[in-house]
């Protein structure tokens, strides 16, 4: 016979189905928390690259050279982070 409730280690009567909407809620929270940090991920290197490169290009009086070269950098980091994510949540 199965039980619509569980005995914790207090002593405390858990019904089942209040503990498995606990975890879900708790679940849901994770996801959120995990997946509203993905744009800044992703455009924080293509920002740093070009203010970066910007100042260099400022103090050395050499215009677009490593504002482009930094970007570039930066569009490749973003590459490298996004395929990180997607083969993180195949595994």
């Known amino acids: 016979m199965m039980r619509d409730f ?11 189905q209040k503990e498995k909407i606990a975890r879900k809620k708790q679940n849901n929270l994770f996801l959120i928390a995990k997946y509203s940090n993905i744009g ?3 455009v924080a290197p293509l920002i740093l690259g070009a203010f970066i490169g910007f100042g260099i290009d400022l103090y050395f009086n050499t215009k677009p050279f490593f504002t482009v070269l930094l970007l570039i950098i930066g ?17």
Not at 6 to 16: A, G, L
């Open 40 to 42: 800044y991920y992703l």
């Open 75 to 91: 569009v490749v980091s973003t590459f490298y982070n996004l395929i990180k994510l997607v083969r993180s949540e195949s595994k």
């Open 6 to 16: 569980e005995i914790d280690k207090d002593f405390n009567v858990i019904p089942k």
